[in-house]
């Protein structure tokens, strides 16, 4: 979530953030309201139930840059903590502690009864985590995480650096609070009752 956003364009460039790339079996425990957990590192817990959170939105082989050629399809699948999406539809702006989780799976296009097309796989290629923590994150209060698909539960990650492009990408085009509203369908006709679109966003809509 998204999601997602851009440093490691793979085949998709993603609604939220940068991808890390790798094959996964995930946990899909439930959980109660979240709110992003930190260990005495300083590195951000994988929040392992996301996938009981409020699904945003689905992109194939998206890219806000020049498209590489990886032979494969992937979708995007942008999820965020339903506190935040409960917020956001009262609101039209994200609350302190929102966290987007952005899931990265194969696409494939025959299988079963399938003729046209393309469908998700059951293979997690990447995974990565957009949060907003005002006391936390200083210049705009949001950061990004990129976590190890391989693993059952992801161990915790370090935030990514801020010189990577996923967050000038956010900055310079997130049609909301840096992020890209503008590819959520459910959300983007409520930013624009409530005219929550960011200035930059306006400047460049088609």
Known sequence: MAWFPPVRRVATAL????????????????????????????????????????????????????????????????FVNR???????ETGTWPD????????????DKGSINKNGHFQTPEVMGLEVHVKDMARF?????????????????????????????????QSHGAVDTTFVQFYPTLKPIAAAKKTFSASYLAEKP
């Open 138 to 170: 200083h210049d705009d209060g949001w950061a990004f995480y990129a976590f190890d698909a391989n693993e059952l539960t992801p161990k915790p990650a370090e935030q990514l650096p801020v010189e990577q492009s996923c967050y000038s990408c956010h």
């Open 15 to 78: 609604p939220l953030l940068c991808l890390l790339m790798a094959p996964a079996t995930l946990s899909t425990a439930a959980e109660g309201p979240y709110t992003p957990q930190f260990d005495k590192d300083d590195k951000l817990t994988f929040p392992a139930g996301y996938r009981d959170w409020v699904f945003l939105t689905s992109g194939l082989d998206m890219s806000y840059g020049p498209a590489m050629r990886m032979g494969h399809s992937m979708f995007d699948n942008v």
């Open 83 to 89: 506190e935040a999406y409960q917020a956001f539809k």
């Open 97 to 108: 502690k929102t966290t987007f989780v952005l899931e990265v799976r194969g696409a494939a």
